[in-house]
């Protein structure tokens, strides 16, 4: 199946990888759909498709309120009746410069907005959108998980390798039960990818973190975007429950 005419929800598609995502799959000829919780950053994304003569939908939503993400649906339904492709890709990360959070400092409030936006997120989204996938026997989802989930964070705080994490497990276990309804669930797990915040470190820090990386450089956001057109589209059609590495060597399971 061709990914041209196909409708796709990428949530925190306002910037950064998201967007990214966004635009790589437009030049498919996939409608995009373009959530963020700002609104206007969405809309100038979704101005940014447009303009290159993609399709594209602006919508606010905040994907920790599962009320907003299914209202969200809706107002999809009614502009194009289903949902092909789902990147779970909202994620909260206050950036810290190099210096990583221990337990003793992360607040109850903040573990439970991580986990809030992270992972349950990422639940409310599938929740609400698998039904449609079902009804037409197809549909691709992809996470966007974390390097941090696999090494308990190496600069993150708990907080987010946690969350990020649970959304590794949260791919297999969709992808289980999802199977029988042609609807495959996959993971990318992006290690230091160059955006404005990553880049805003000391220097020392980051010629560290470069040291640590086979490839020796850090990755590009539309290198994420390629790992996910890779897994929602049938050049992948016999891979689910899997999780991509995108971190260039720098951990290798």
């Not at 989930?149 to 497990?169: F, P, V, W």
């Amino acid at each position: 199946m061709k990914l041209k005419g196909q409708v796709a929800l990428i949530t925190g598609a306002g910037g950064g990888v998201g967007e990214a995502i966004a635009t790589r799959l437009s030049r498919e000829g996939v409608t995009t759909v373009i959530n963020d919780i700002d609104f206007k950053r969405a809309e100038k994304v979704s101005n940014k498709i447009m303009k290159k003569g993609g399709k594209a939908l602006p919508i606010q939503a905040d994907v920790s309120d599962y009320a907003q993400v299914q209202e969200m649906v809706r107002q999809i339904c009614r502009k194009y009746k289903t949902i092909h492709i789902l990147v779970n890709n909202a994620g909260l990360y206050v950036r810290t410069k190099g210096k990583r959070e221990t337990i003793e400092k992360i607040t109850v409030e903040e573990w439970n907005r991580y986990v809030a936006v992270n992972l349950s997120g990422a639940f409310y989204c599938s929740k609400y959108v698998i039904p449609l996938m079902r009804k037409q026997s197809y549909g691709a989802i992809v996470n966007i998980s974390s390097q941090a989930a696999k090494t308990g964070g190496l600069i993150n705080g708990i907080h987010y390798a946690a969350s990020k994490a649970g959304l590794i497990g949260l791919t297999k276990g969709l992808a289980r039960e999802s199977a029988h309804h042609h609807i495959r669930v996959n993971c990318v797990a992006p290690g230091r990818i160059s955006t404005p915040e990553n880049l805003n470190v000391p220097r020392e820090f980051h010629h560290r973190v470069l040291q640590q990386i086979s490839l020796g450089r850090l990755g590009d956001v539309g290198e994420v975007a390629e790992g996910v057109l890779f897994l929602v589209s049938d050049a992948s059609s016999y891979i689910t429950g899997a999780t991509l590495d995108v971190n260039g060597g720098w951990l290798m399971d």
